[in-house]
Nanobody, 114 residues
Framework: VQLQASGGGLVQPGGSLRLSCAAS????????MSWVRQAPGKQRELVAI???????NYPDSVKGRFTISRDNAKNTLYLQMNSLKPEDTAVYYC?????????WGQGTLVTVSS
């Protein structure tokens, strides 16, 4: 299983970014996928999850601003982030669990600052 996240960068408050996670080594369409972030000095936080059937959940902290999606034909997971706030600054990881083992991408840094 390999997960390759990309798309992070520096953005001003109120701006947008789209993260991507290219997946390989497993049947992507059969597994739930999630985005998890870790801000400096803080614990990891789940920001979005999408099941194999397309059910989606978000915590209140990003609801209405972030949108998770998946393209099973391209084995790719996305996170559209709008109305970004400084508190969204973190390393963002894509994650999945296959055969009871958790796999993480390498992380992509999102910095929200003016």
């Amino acid at each position: 299983v390999q997960l390759q996240a990309s798309g992070g960068g520096l953005v001003q408050p109120g701006g947008s970014l789209r993260l991507s996670c290219a997946a390989s080594g497993f049947t992507f369409s059969s597994y739930a996928m999630s985005w998890v972030r870790q801000a400096p000095g803080k614990q990891r936080e789940l920001v979005a999850i999408i099941t194999s059937g397309g059910s989606i959940n978000y915590p209140d902290s990003v609801k209405g601003r972030f949108t998770i999606s998946r393209d099973n034909a391209k084995n790719t997971l996305y996170l559209q982030m709008n109305s970004l706030k400084p508190e969204d600054t973190a390393v963002y990881y894509c994650k999945t669990t296959v055969n009871f083992l958790a796999y993480w991408g390498q992380g992509t840094l999102v910095t929200v600052s003016s």
